[in-house]
């Protein structure tokens, strides 16, 4: 499967953008999917997973209530949903997939597969 992450962009603080995720060569409902990012200066960290059904997430405790990771496996595409975007947000944003585990991962190297990643300003 190859990833294609978009919907990166400059945004106020306080805005909202959504990213989304989309797969091609392989069907997207055989993948946990999460969401990564990566801030100048800084290591990439985990924001989000979400199971093969999109039955069950996890997002990391400073974006609950602000994110939301979602999925149309229909439309073979994964979302992140960015609300109340603060300056700290800015980051390069990451789609990355698994196909092999049984539940999401927090940890980089359970993912095999990556996509080229979204920049993300967000201005104060």
């Known amino acids: 499967v190859q990833l294609q992450a978009s919907g990166g962009g400059l945004v106020q603080a306080g805005g909202s953008l959504r990213l989304s995720c989309v797969a091609s060569g392989d069907t997207i409902r055989n993948y946990i999917v999460a969401w990564f990012r990566q801030a100048p200066g800084k290591e990439r960290e985990f924001i989000a997973t979400?199971?093969?059904?999109?039955?069950?997430?996890n997002l990391i405790d400073f974006v609950k209530g602000r994110f939301t990771i979602s999925r149309d496996n229909a439309k073979n595409t994964v979302y992140l949903q960015m609300n109340t975007l603060e300056p700290d947000d800015t980051a390069v944003y990451y789609c990355?997939?698994?196909?092999?585990?049984?539940?999401?991962?927090?940890?980089?190297?359970?993912?095999?597969?990556w996509g080229q990643g979204t920049l993300v300003t967000v201005s104060s």
């Open positions: 990355a997939a698994d196909r092999f585990s049984r539940t999401g991962s927090a940890i980089e190297k359970a993912y095999r597969t």
């Open positions: 979400i199971s093969r059904g999109g039955g069950s997430t």
